[in-house]
């Protein structure tokens, strides 16, 4: 029998083209393993079965390419989609970097501008409301700031009132400048702490010289020295009228000390010219009345300065020298002991005007405005 010759079907390599193209754009669902927490997904490749019937191997390899990309741009896209679901990937950190950078991308402006605009929006802010409890915080430290202040002020206070009082107590206390012997227009004090003899009489007489008192005033002139007590503070007391005298240098009789009083006004008359004068009250006028005989050998002397210099010698009638001595004249009807210059002027003398008050001056016209004023204080 004769075999008949099997002729190759030519429409089979066509039908297996088109199988395998239909099965490149079916996309077959992926196996899927179950992922545990902690653990990354390791994606399989996908693998391609050979579903093309017989006489595939027969197919031009551009279609086998052809066919084999779409798998391999599956396997592809499904990396990130599995990367993005798996839980233990770390997340970037969006910082204003980023911001202004994408300001910079998206607005094409420059990165000083974009810090210059955000700095700006900043400033902009509204400032946050104050809550009634931040309010009351407020005013309850401003409460206690204000009544600190208060107690620092009061303290301060305190402090200096104690340290002016203490001051005050170490100061001398202010001496009385009033006199009960004889009214003057002025007082000036003249400490005798710390001064020499000498030193005293050239102030006198540079007082007595530069004296600015109005025309028949009288300035009162008060030694005084520091009087130390334990029980009293420091003050300054009216010297005696023995302090004074030895204060200058001056050697009264200790009789004449003893017979008149503790105080004595000293003073300087503007009158013709400014010349001093002593009131001194006396306890004892016969006693008083001899001292000032005994002591007008050196009377002038040890008053001087402060009273005009007369020479102890004079020339009598026949051009001889003598001792100067007292003379007595009468001054508004009472009896004065004076002593002349050469010239025949009195430069000193003393009166009793009363026997409790002994008057020592150098212008007679001194002398009438003592009187006066001892007669305004009912003295006389």
């Not at 028949?216 to 008060?222: A, D, Y």
């Not at 200058?248 to 009789?255: F, L, M």
């Amino acid at each position: 029998m004769p075999q008949t010759a099997i002729t190759p079907n030519r429409n089979v390599p066509a039908i297996g083209n088109d199988i395998a193209k239909i099965l490149a754009d079916v996309k077959l669902p992926e196996r899927r393993e179950p992922v545990i927490s902690g653990e990354k997904t390791i994606a399989e490749a996908q693998k391609k079965f050979d579903t093309s019937i017989v006489g595939s191997a027969m197919h031009d390899p551009a279609d086998k390419a052809a066919g084999a990309a779409p798998a391999a741009n599956t396997v592809s896209q499904s990396g990130p989609k599995e990367a993005e679901k798996n839980p233990s990937s770390v997340a970037a950190v969006h910082t204003l970097k980023n911001d202004l950078q994408g300001v910079v991308q998206d607005k094409k402006i420059s990165l000083v501008r974009a810090v210059s605009l955000e700095e700006d929006r900043r400033a902009r802010k509204v400032a946050p409301v104050e809550t009634p409890a931040t309010q009351q915080r407020s005013k309850r430290t401003f409460a206690i700031i204000f009544t600190t202040l208060i107690l620092l002020g009061l303290g301060v206070a305190a402090l200096f009132g104690v340290f002016f009082v203490m001051n005050q107590s170490q100061a001398p206390l202010p001496t009385d400048t009033s006199s009960s012997i004889l009214f003057a227009e002025q007082s000036v004090l003249l400490p005798l702490e710390g001064q020499s003899p000498g030193d005293l009489k050239r102030l006198l007489e540079s007082g007595r010289a530069g004296s600015g008192g109005a025309l028949g005033s009288i300035t009162r002139i008060i030694p005084v020295i520091v009087a130390a007590s334990t029980d009293d503070p420091v003050q300054n007391r009216a010297a005696t009228f023995g302090e004074f005298m030895t204060a200058i240098g001056a050697h009264p009789p200790e009789e004449l000390l003893r017979a008149l009083g503790g105080d004595f006004f000293f003073g300087i008359h503007t009158a013709d010219e400014n010349a001093p004068l002593f009131v001194v009250p006396v306890t004892s006028h016969d006693h008083a009345f001899a001292a000032m005989l005994n002591w007008e050998e050196v009377l002038n002397a040890d008053l001087a300065p402060v009273f005009t210099f007369v020479p102890t010698l004079a020339s009598d009638a026949n051009g001889l020298p003598v001792q100067r001595t007292y003379q007595d004249v009468v001054m508004r009807n009472y009896d004065v002991r004076a002593l002349r210059d050469d010239a025949g002027d009195i430069q000193l003398y003393y009166s009793f005007p009363t026997q409790n008050i002994l008057v020592i001056a150098e212008s007679p016209y001194s002398f009438t405005e003592i009187l006066s004023r001892l007669q305004a204080g009912r003295k006389l």
